[in-house]
C-alpha cells in the first residue's frame, strides 16, 4: 500500500518559527552585528572587525569567569545529582505519603529565582538571618559578603536546596516506571540492596537522570539572579559567574560591543555542550537504556 | 531595520549559513538518506554533519583569532574547509 505524503503539516510549525524568530533568531543576529562594531549610544555604529574578539579571547576576566563558573556547574552536579537520586531512593512509592513529599519536594522549584536569593540573603546575615546568627552563636565566623569560601558554600547551598528537588522528582519517575517483575526477579536470586541499585535501578533511571544532568548543567551555567542577588558577585569578583559578568560588561559599562563577543562565545560553548550532552541521550535511547 | 546595526559582513555571514540551511532541505527531500556510523560511532545524517561542521568552524575561527591574530583570518577559513571536508568523510 502506498503512503500518502503530504508535506502541508510543515506549515503547523510557522507560528511557532516566527515566534523563535522573534524571541531567539532576530536577537542572536543583533547580537552578531554589535559584536564587530563599536557604539557610543545614539544608535551610531562603527566597524572593529574582529578586535572585540580578539580582546575577549586575551582578557583574564572571561577566562577566570568560565573558570568560576565550570567549577560551580561541576559541583552542584557533583551534590545534586547523587543526592536527588538518594532522596528518590527513599521516598514512599505509594500512598498518601507519597504525595504529601512529592508536593513537599516541589515547593522549592515553585520560589521564583529573586525570591531565593532574597531568602538566603537574608538567611545567611550573621546580624538577622537565621543560619548566620547561628552560626555566629556556635562560635563559626561565617559572613559570605567578606569570605570567598563562605560565599561559595552559601550560594552552592542555595542551589543545592533550590534544584536537588527536580533531580529527586526526575529520578522518582525513572523509578515509579520499573515493573515489579524485576524486583520480584531480583529477590528469587537473593540479590543485595546494592545489587539492585546498581543493576536494576540505575539503569533504568539513566535515560531520566541524563535529562536532569542536562537541565542542571544549562540552569546553572546560565545561572545569573540567585548568587546576584546573594552576593553581587562579591567579595570581589569570587562568585562573578559568567552572566554577572556579561551582565556588567553590557549594561553596567554600556561595552556593548565586547560584551556581544563575549555573549557570542558563551553561547557557542553552551551550544556544543548541549550538542554533546544530546547526542549523548539520543544514542543511549537507541541503544535502549 | 537600523535598530539591528547590520553590515555587510554579518549579512553575508547569515546568507550563506541561510543558503546552506535551503541547499541542505533540498538535498533531504530530493535525495532522502539514511543515517550512519562515522569515526564518532554516532548516527549522524548530513544535516547533523553540517552542524558539527559549523560549529567546529567557530571554534576554530576562535581559537585561530586567539593563537594566530585578526591579520592570517583567511587562513583559518582554509582549515574549516578541510574540517567540513573530513566531516562529511568520516563522521
Redesign the interface.
Known amino acids: 500500500m502506498n503512503k500518502t505524503l503530504n508535506n502541508k503539516a510543515w506549515f503547523l510549525v510557522l507560528p511557532v518559527l516566527v515566534l523563535v524568530a522573534f524571541s531567539a533568531v532576530?536577537p542572536l543576529?543583533?547580537v552578531?552585528?554589535?559584536s564587530?562594531?563599536d557604539?557610543f549610544g545614539n544608535?551610531q555604529?562603527f566597524?572593529a572587525?574582529?578586535?572585540w574578539?580578539?580582546e575577549m579571547?586575551?582578557e583574564d576576566r572571561m577566562w577566570n569567569a568560565l573558570q568560576r563558573q565550570l567549577l560551580f556547574s561541576a559541583i552542584i552536579l557533583a551534590i545534586e545529582v547523587p543526592l536527588g537520586v538518594i532522596v528518590a531512593l527513599n521516598m514512599p512509592k505509594s500512598g498518601i505519603w507519597s504525595s504529601f513529599c512529592l508536593v513537599v519536594m516541589s515547593l522549592p522549584l515553585l520560589i521564583p529565582w529573586n525570591v531565593v536569593g532574597t531568602i538566603w540573603q537574608i538567611f545567611g546575615r550573621v546580624d538577622i538571618g537565621l543560619l548566620g546568627h547561628t552560626l555566629a552563636a556556635m562560635g563559626i565566623d561565617y559572613n559570605y559578603t567578606q569570605n570567598v569560601v563562605d560565599a561559595w558554600v552559601t550560594i552552592i547551598v542555595m542551589d543545592v536546596w533550590h534544584w536537588t528537588s527536580l533531580v529527586a522528582l526526575l529520578a522518582f519517575a525513572g523509578l515509579k516506571s520499573i515493573p515489579d517483575a524485576y524486583y520480584q526477579a531480583a529477590r528469587i536470586d537473593q540479590a543485595s540492596r546494592w545489587k539492585v541499585f546498581r543493576y536494576i535501578e540505575l539503569p533504568k533511571m539513566s535515560g531520566v537522570l541524563m535529562i536532569a544532568v542536562l537541565l542542571r548543567f544549562m540552569d546553572s551555567f546560565m545561572i545569573y539572579t540567585e548568587p546576584f542577588v546573594v552576593t553581587g558577585g562579591g567579595p570581589g569578583n569570587a562568585t562573578t559567574l559568567l552572566s554577572i559578568d556579561l551582565v556588567k560588561m553590557a549594561l553596567g559599562q554600556f561595552d556593548l560591543g565586547p560584551a556581544a563577543a563575549f555573549s557570542l562565545?558563551y553561547f557557542?560553548v553552551i551550544?556544543?555542550i548541549s550538542?554533546v550532552f544530546y547526542?549523548v541521550m539520543t544514542?543511549l535511547d537507541?541503544k535502549g537504556m | 531595520m537600523a535598530w539591528m546595526a547590520w553590515t555587510w559582513p554579518t549579512a553575508i555571514f547569515f546568507m550563506v549559513i541561510a543558503a546552506l540551511l535551503a541547499i541542505f532541505t533540498i538535498l533531504a527531500i530530493k535525495f532522502p538518506e539514511t543515517p550512519r556510523r562515522g569515526v564518532l560511532r554516532i548516527e549522524t545524517t548530513r544535516g547533523d554533519r553540517l552542524f558539527i561542521t559549523l560549529l567546529g568552524s567557530a571554534f576554530i575561527n576562535l581559537a585561530w583569532l586567539g593563537i594566530m591574530g585578526p591579520g592570517t583570518q583567511p587562513w583559518a577559513l582554509a582549515v574549516c574547509l578541510a574540517y567540513a571536508a573530513a566531516v562529511f568523510r568520516w563522521v
Open positions: 532576530i543576529m543583533t552578531v552585528n554589535y564587530v562594531q557604539t544608535n555604529f566597524w572587525g574582529l578586535e574578539f580578539q579571547l586575551h562565545m557557542l551550544l556544543a550538542w547526542t544514542n537507541k
